[in-house]
């Protein structure tokens, strides 16, 4: 007897198998990793030591919607496709920062137009932050 169960759950499986289109579960396989989906966080401190407590952290998915919990999602999008997903490349913000010392270290992780991307970098405070890498940072 389970030797005839076994036959239908194989012949089951069998039957599913030979039913699905590939090309299908490829599309909604893929559906499921968006090609540009990113995750930052605001750290007090000088590097992203473990041991430093992250301050702010928001998500970013810019492809096929945009969305997620950063503020200005949109625009971040824009900037991010206009420096072609190099953060050291970004446009900040004209403004002028006192010279105090509080820094602050941001990371970025995740995929960027289907590839994998990570980036870390300390500022001298917040305000050096924004003036150099502008709006994406700004969560």
């Keep these: 007897m389970p030797y005839s169960r ?42 992203a ?21 950063h503020p200005f999602a949109e625009n971040a999008c824009r900037l991010l496709e206009k420096a072609e997903g190099s953060f050291v490349d970004l446009i900040g913000e004209k403004r002028d920062c006192t010279k105090e010392y509080i820094p602050v270290t941001v990371t970025a992780d995740g995929v960027w137009q289907g590839r994998r ?8 405070n917040r305000c050096v932050l924004l003036r150099e890498r502008g709006l994406v940072f700004d969560f």
């Design 49 to 69: 030591d473990l041991n430093v407590p992250v301050m702010r952290a928001a998500t970013l998915t810019c492809l096929p919607k945009i969305t997620g919990s």
């Design 117 to 124: 991307v990570k980036y870390e970098e300390s500022f001298g």
């Design 6 to 47: 076994f036959r239908v759950i194989l012949l089951f499986f069998f039957m599913v198998t030979l039913s699905v289109n590939p090309k299908q579960v490829w599309a909604e396989s893929s559906s499921l990793y968006p090609p540009s989906d990113l995750v930052f966080t605001l750290a007090l401190g000088e590097g």
